[in-house]
């Protein structure tokens, strides 16, 4: 890549560099690898502002694992991450991630608004004391959630789909122009897809970019506007409507397509 | 005696003493809660064993620079470098290579510990080391304490403390959501480092008073204890702190009145009633609480589903709810309903249609989040709600019937 600029002149260097100020996430060259084995390799993408955006792939694909190394979680091999032209490491105080739901314990003895309220330690710092707008901040980030009379609740009582939406309100919580969410319908309920959805599309109508690893192919037109189709490699990314395609499922998913169709066409037809 | 011990009331030295105990069991309760959190608790029981080695060496070094071998900041500092070597290599084994940190620890914890026990033997062979008393750092012992020395103790106790309390939302929110905290921008690393550094600092001021062996207990016992009590993570740490306190106020007190008693295990046994009568007794998590919470909602819904079999003319089998029925003088000894029984058993069907319709629209979430097959709708609903819901089972049951 980056040879291809140096031989391409300082045109070619400027137009990168103008595609990268322009992307709220980009990735650059990113490897990553356990035990010797690539997880995700030589992965780039760019994502656009204001979109929602999947991360699509088969299971083992490294779509959990590329959010993980791009926020530092794991570390990557090699690779640059960066926020509107600067390294992403720096932009974090802009974004927003939601793990996974099974990555937590949740006999942990907090309640749901202590768990909201995680996500305004970034603002309040070490030692200061929640102040009354903070408190009611994060009661209305419950509340756009439609989890608000739960607040007082032991997250252990919570049903599955409950728990990501607490998830959700928490990442809300921090006010991100980027939200980075792992798996957030997976094993959830109907009404809890629908929420969370909602919430979504109205963090793009703020102007926020969404990036969402997804597992359901069927709902991926319907919900998302690009998608960056991954099985180690990318195998494509774009808008839904150009990059969705046949072709494209069949190179990443391969003999496991058959089914994957079936899902689709239903979707679609 | 003891009474006076627990009240302050055995002079000065006595009096420090039992303070400086009271903070460390504080400063140890508080500290091994997050440890606790960070589900590392066992991590600790390597670090207060790969402190004897340093504590021998500490001595030797101090002996033969012609110092006083016994001076307790001396063999402290002593201790915390060597438990810091163990804890980097629990830390580099489990990390580096494909041990489990359980694995770690008990090579880390023997290999230190018997390192430590062989230079105690040849301190035994030198010249001063006869009356080096350097035993009672297995045990623990308040016998013979300097002002110095609990003056450190509670001194240390106070900034471990300290240091909780600034740190405390990054320590949580990394026991807690680790990949949420890092992606916050909380260093996991140095979370972890701040948190074991905090272990050892308590682990060093405690050995002089409850000895390596045990002063994992008093990390350990004191959040398991508070659990019971509470399901806030501020509370828990709060009460740990309370109920470590306690054991080391009353476990120095009675040390010094019985000076032969070693003081660790002592303070150990006081903790370890303090656990079991929170584990007992405690309101809402505690074992005899959830034991007759458990029997008032089977025997409840015994009753209920007996109502419910007699408003729709089902015979009742089960022994136990055709007694608790003729108790509550719902039912006769042949299962028919009494008047009482018929008028609340029909009662109850109707909550149950309700409660099916609640629980099958969205709109009621929070409501049907409450139902346990026990509590009635009218608790939980507005009569405005239950209204809407009855305008929509009033159509189909009339079909039924």
Same mark, same amino acid.
């Given at each position: ?25 980009? *990735? ?18 760019? *994502? ?6 999947? *991360? ?37 105080? /802009? ?15 907090? /309640? ?70 792992? $798996? ?57 409507? $150009? ?12 003999? /496991?397509?058959?089914?994957?169709? *079936? ?7 | ?32 809660? =997050? ?12 670090? +207060?064993?790969?402190?004897? #080695?340093?504590?021998?060496? @500490? ?38 290579? %494909? ?60 900034? @471990? ?12 929110? +990394? ?22 550094? &905090? ?43 309370? &109920? ?14 019985? #000076? ?11 903790? =370890? ?16 609480? !959830? ?12 009753? %209920?589903?007996?109502?419910? +079999? ?58 049907? @989040? ?26 189909? !049951?009339?079909?039924?019937?």
């Amino acid at each position: 890549m980056t040879s291809d600029i140096a031989l391409a002149g300082p045109d070619a260097a400027n137009a990168e560099a103008e595609v990268l100020r322009k992307s709220p996430f980009a *990735i650059r060259g990113l490897t990553v690898s356990y035990d010797q084995k690539p997880a995700v390799f030589s992965v780039d993408a760019t *994502i656009r502002p204001g979109q929602m955006t999947a *991360i699509v792939g088969p299971n083992g694909a490294g779509k959990s694992t590329l959010l993980k190394a791009a926020l530092g979680i794991v570390k990557p091999l090699s690779g640059q991450i960066t926020s509107l032209g600067r390294p992403l490491a720096q932009e974090m105080h /802009r974004i927003a991630y939601v793990p996974q739901r099974a990555s937590v314990d949740w006999d942990f003895p907090v /309640r749901v608004i202590d768990v909201v309220q995680m996500g305004l330690y970034r603002e309040i710092g070490l030692l200061k004391r929640l102040s009354g707008g903070q408190k009611s901040k994060a009661m209305a980030c419950l509340a756009r959630v439609g989890m608000e009379d739960f607040a007082k609740r032991q997250i252990g009582q919570l049903s599955g789909g409950q728990q990501q939406r607490v998830f959700l309100a928490r990442a809300l919580a921090q006010d991100a122009d980027l939200y980075l969410l792992d $798996e957030p319908f997976a094993g959830v309920d109907a009404a809890t897809e629908k929420a969370i959805i909602e919430v979504l599309k109205s963090l793009r109508a703020e102007g926020r970019t969404v990036v969402a690893v997804h597992h359901d192919l069927s709902t991926v037109p319907e919900y998302f506007d690009d998608v960056l189709l991954l099985n180690v490699r990318k195998i494509a990314e774009g808008p839904v409507a $150009e990059v969705f395609t046949d072709a494209a499922l069949e190179a990443a998913y391969g003999g /496991r397509l058959a089914s994957a169709r *079936i899902t689709t066409n239903a979707a679609t037809g | 005696m003891f009474w006076s011990a627990l009240t302050f009331q055995l002079g000065y030295n006595a009096t420090l003493v039992t303070l400086g105990a009271t903070l460390l069991g504080v400063a140890a309760g508080v500290t091994g809660t =997050f440890l606790y959190f960070r589900k590392r608790a066992l991590v600790s029981d390597a670090i +207060s064993h790969a402190t004897l #080695p340093g504590v021998a060496l @500490a001595f030797i070094v101090m002996t033969m620079l012609g110092f006083d071998g016994r001076n307790l900041p001396g063999l402290l500092i002593g201790s915390a470098i060597t438990a810091a070597l163990g804890l980097y290599c629990v830390q580099w084994l489990s990390s580096r290579t %494909r041990l489990t940190e359980d694995a770690a620890i008990g090579a880390v914890l023997s290999v230190f510990f018997g390192f430590g026990i062989v230079l105690l033997t040849v301190i035994q062979t030198m010249a001063s080391g006869g009356q080096a008393g350097l035993e009672s750092f297995l045990l623990g012992s308040t016998a013979g304490m300097l002002y110095s020395d609990a003056v450190l103790i509670a001194g240390g106790g106070a900034l @471990a403390l300290a240091l909780v309390v600034i740190f405390r939302r990054p320590m949580l929110m +990394s026991a807690f959501d680790p990949e949420f905290a890092r992606a916050s921008g909380i260093d996991l690393n140095r979370t972890d480092l701040i948190m074991m550094g &905090l272990v050892m600092g308590v682990t060093v001021i405690g050995l002089k008073i409850v000895g390596l062996i045990l002063i994992v207990a008093l990390l350990i016992i004191p959040p398991a204890a508070a659990r019971f009590w509470s399901d806030r993570a501020t509370n828990v740490v709060i009460i740990a702190g309370i &109920l470590g306190g306690i054991a080391g106020w009353s476990g120095a007190s009675l040390s010094a009145v019985a #000076p032969n008693l070693p003081t660790g295990p002592i303070i150990v046994l006081f903790a =370890f009633a303090l656990f079991a009568a929170s584990m007992l007794l405690a309101p809402g998590r505690g074992l005899l609480m !959830s034991a007759l919470n458990h029997r008032r909602f089977q025997r409840a819904v015994h009753i %209920r589903q007996g109502l419910v +079999s007699l408003a729709q003319g089902q015979p009742i089998y089960e022994p136990l709810t055709l007694r608790l029925l003729q108790k509550a003088g719902l039912a006769r000894a042949d299962g028919v309903p009494t008047d009482d029984g018929r008028a609340q058993s029909s009662r109850v069907l109707r909550d149950e249609k309700r409660w099916e319709v609640a629980r099958s629209d969205p709109a009621f979430e929070m409501a049907a @989040a409450r139902y346990d097959g026990l509590t009635q709708i009218e608790d939980v609903l507005t009569p405005d709600q239950i209204t809407l819901i009855d305008t929509r089972i009033g159509a189909p !049951s009339v079909v039924a019937q």
